[in-house]
């Protein structure tokens, strides 16, 4: 077998066995048919089960496939013979019934037992494959084949895998009621999110600027109505030194005290005589 196709098929018995809890040794349930494919081809049914199946197997067969061989007579003796090497399972039919109908009564509705269905039979495999967790091989010429899981194996998949997650109804009954109501919170269904064009970092956006109002009156920055009113204080500081200033230059009313006498500038040529003579200015000759 090639390794592409043998780690496909590890990977698929994984599924099952993660999934649905299948086992080895497998228990694979073949037909009439595929026992006369395996002698026709010249092939070891076992061993080339073991190969698909990546693990132990254990071959069943009912009493109705070998029933159908025995009917076919003595040319299908090899293909009897094989089935006799094989473990017997019991169908529980009083009547022989043809191999389909049979294997399709034993796996059931769920296949609880876990069955791999090995068969050359169109139809059965058609039909298992309404039926969850059911793997199907077949021979395909001389190479056995074992199919992909089927749409119902794997919608059973997902509800299993949806199950495990919440718990079951004697965990919900041993939780206090505290962790009930946390439990039944998480059974809600999550709501996706829409997906769509998503907004600008607002971390790199820069901030609007507040547009001012037309009817509220205009405000002033605070460091220009600080400069004015420093201005109006330094108004009314040299309001008030230029009244002191008119008031010392006013001439002094009686009573309101000694009034100050303005002394004249006198010439530095000049010199003072006394009263009742006659000044006269004396020319300077210079020696020079």
């Known amino acids: 077998m090639r390794i592409k196709r043998a780690k496909a098929y590890r990977k698929l018995m994984s599924l099952y066995s993660t999934s649905f809890g299948f086992r080895e040794p497998y228990q694979v349930l073949v037909d009439a048919e595929i026992c006369k494919a395996a002698i026709l081809q010249n092939l070891a049914l076992a061993t080339q089960l073991g190969a698909v199946l990546q693990g132990t197997v254990k071959p069943m067969i009912t009493q109705c496939c070998i029933h159908e061989l025995y009917l076919q007579g003595k040319p299908q003796q090899p293909a009897v013979d094989l089935a006799k090497t094989f473990e017997r399972r019991r169908c529980n039919h009083r009547e022989p019934l043809a191999s389909d109908t049979c294997l399709a009564s034993v796996v059931g509705e769920t296949n609880k ?113 600080e400069a004015e009113e420093a201005g109006e204080k330094r108004k009314h500081v040299d309001e008030d030194a230029d009244e002191i200033v008119g008031a010392a230059e006013l001439p002094a009313v009686d009573g309101a005290g000694h009034k100050r006498k303005r002394r004249r500038k006198t010439n530095a040529r000049t010199t003072e005589v006394p009263a009742g003579t006659v000044a006269t200015r004396t020319p300077i000759i210079s020696t020079a």
Request: proline fraction near 12%; glycine fraction near 2%.
């Open 113 to 225: 037992h876990r069955y791999v269905v090995a068969t050359q039979s169109q139809a059965l495999r058609a039909a298992l494959r309404a039926v969850p967790a059911v793997p199907l091989v077949h021979f395909n010429r001389s190479v056995m084949i074992l199919e992909p899981p089927s749409t119902a194996t794997l919608a059973a998949k997902r509800s299993v895998e949806e199950e495990a997650l919440h718990p079951s109804a004697p965990e919900l009954a041993a939780l206090p009621t505290s962790l009930k109501d946390d439990a039944d919170a998480d059974t809600e269904p999550v709501r996706k999110k829409r997906k769509g064009p998503k907004g600008p970092n607002p971390l790199s956006v820069k901030k609007k600027k507040a547009k001012p109002d037309a009817a509220a009156p205009k405000q002033m920055p605070a460091a220009r109505e």
